[in-house]
């Protein structure tokens, strides 16, 4: 039988995209804060949309309900770009921080009675996607100056 393998001698040294995957490296590995940062608003952005079920108020506020799982599937959806596009979205992060406040304030304009659990639960997952928010375009915007 033939030899078709075609063994050769040359190194990854060798390979003419080395230096680029080389500063791909460096570029990724000089963002762990930011990485983290798409991690954490992912997260958010998931308990959120799943918040009306876990605190139990999805029977009693289907409006608030609803907009809390379209809420926190947008956010996630952000956090998923965030992740994909690494560094050209930094300009969304604003948008985080926007439904961040929106949440915050969407019980007494979308729920007819808030009750204390839906407050406490909308109040505390808007601030922390909120800070998320201007956590990443912050870590990002660092990120972009270290270069």
């Given at each position: 039988?033939?030899?078709?393998?075609?063994?050769?001698?040359?190194?990854?040294?060798?390979?003419?995209?080395?230096?680029?995957?080389?500063?791909?490296?460096?570029?990724?590995?000089?963002?762990?804060?930011?990485?983290?940062?798409?991690?954490?608003?992912?997260?958010?952005?998931?308990?959120?949309?799943?918040?009306?079920?876990?605190?139990?108020?999805?029977?009693?506020?289907?409006?608030?309900?609803?907009?809390?799982?379209?809420?926190?599937?947008?956010?996630?959806?952000?956090?998923?770009?965030?992740?994909?596009?690494?560094?050209?979205?930094?300009?969304?992060s604003v948008a985080?921080?926007?439904?961040?406040?929106?949440?915050?304030?969407?019980?007494?304009?979308?729920?007819?009675?808030?009750?204390?659990?839906?407050?406490?639960?909308?109040?505390?997952?808007?601030?922390?996607?909120?800070?998320?928010?201007?956590?990443?375009?912050?870590?990002?915007?660092?990120?972009?100056?270290?270069?």
């Amino acid at each position: 039988m033939a030899d078709v393998s075609h063994h050769t001698t040359s190194d990854i040294r060798d390979h003419p995209d080395v230096a680029e995957m080389r500063d791909r490296y460096a570029q990724m590995a000089g963002e762990g804060g930011a990485v983290a940062a798409d991690g954490m608003v992912l997260l958010a952005g998931l308990y959120c949309a799943i918040s009306p079920w876990t605190v139990h108020f999805s029977a009693t506020s289907r409006d608030l309900a609803l907009n809390n799982l379209i809420m926190g599937l947008a956010v996630a959806a952000l956090a998923f770009g965030f992740a994909m596009t690494q560094g050209r979205a930094n300009g969304l992060s604003v948008a985080v921080s926007a439904i961040g406040i929106w949440l915050i304030v969407a019980p007494w304009i979308v729920a007819r009675n808030p009750d204390a659990g839906m407050v406490l639960n909308n109040v505390i997952v808007g601030a922390a996607i909120c800070v998320l928010g201007l956590l990443y375009g912050g870590t990002r915007m660092w990120a972009d100056r270290a270069k």
